[in-house]
């Protein structure tokens, strides 16, 4: 059950890869056609190559929205089994958190969607990106009153995990793949100038600082094998999970919404 699981995750790694060096060529392409007035390969005419260059970008957007979606997916489910098998909290946690992130890359998928069948009506979106905020918030409050619930019952009952092999595996891969979309992320946010899209890619920084640090507490514990190094991870993905919930209830009250970090990448 979890080498597939594993598999998979590196597998998807691998296609986000591929996806983000296709995307990138073909937007290459398409703004030294407009540099130089012809048209982007495999495209006969072009009569606005600006327009055209943007319709570009918004469709990565759109790509690394969706990969971002179904990779929290499968490594939330990964992370809640694997984490489980091992009664390690940290890595469990680290799986719920995932899935509140879907929460947040379903509301830029939709901006995205929005943008390419709008152009930028911000106003048209708002409703939603509020709602969608509210949401994120609330899940993340509720995320980090079962960590501490949980990781309180760990110490008065000191249950170790165990081993934290797997939740290094899931979370060192989880930080290659966070690295990858952090990149294509920022790349298409300042070329489009798009706050939601930057701050997007802060999410997947504060993935990817969470990773790092459920990486750490796992390595620790098969290091020392010490007792609470699995409730240090837990208190850290509870942690970010309030820092990201406190924020995503801030810009849901904002006049000016923008994502989940704020809106510089």
């Not at 790349?187 to 790092?212: E, F, H, M, Q, W």
Request: proline share 2%.
């Amino acid at each position: 059950m979890t080498e597939p699981l594993t598999e998979s995750i590196t597998e998807s790694n691998h296609r986000l890869q591929r996806s983000l060096d296709n995307e990138t060529t073909a937007v290459i392409e398409s703004e030294k056609g407009a540099s130089t007035g012809l048209p982007r390969k495999g495209v006969s005419t072009a009569p606005d190559t600006k327009e055209w260059s943007t319709s570009g970008l918004i469709r990565f957007a759109i790509l690394l929205s969706v990969i971002t979606i179904v990779y929290n997916v499968i490594e939330g489910v990964a992370s809640i089994i694997l984490g489980g098998k091992d009664e390690t909290l940290a890595l469990m946690g680290f799986g719920i958190d995932s899935f509140v992130e879907v929460l947040s890359a379903i509301g830029v998928l939709h901006m995205t969607l929005r943008m390419r069948a709008d152009g930028h009506a911000a106003e048209s979106r708002q409703r939603f990106e509020r709602r969608a905020l509210r949401i994120t918030g609330i899940s993340f409050y509720v995320l980090v009153g079962g960590i501490l619930a949980a990781s309180i019952l760990q110490v008065v009952r000191q249950i170790p995990p165990e081993s934290t092999f797997w939740g290094m595996v899931v979370t060192g891969i989880s930080m290659l793949g966070m690295g990858l979309l952090i990149k294509g992320k920022s790349t298409v946010g300042r070329r489009l100038n798009s706050p939601a899209i930057l701050a997007d890619a802060n999410c997947s920084k504060s993935c990817l600082y969470l990773s790092a640090a459920v990486f750490a507490s796992g390595l620790l514990y098969e290091w020392t094998g010490l007792l609470y190094a699995d409730t240090l991870g837990a208190l850290a993905v509870a942690f970010f999970a309030l820092k990201e919930g406190r924020e995503a209830m801030q810009k849901s009250r904002s006049d000016d919404i923008c994502g989940c970090h704020g809106c510089q990448a």
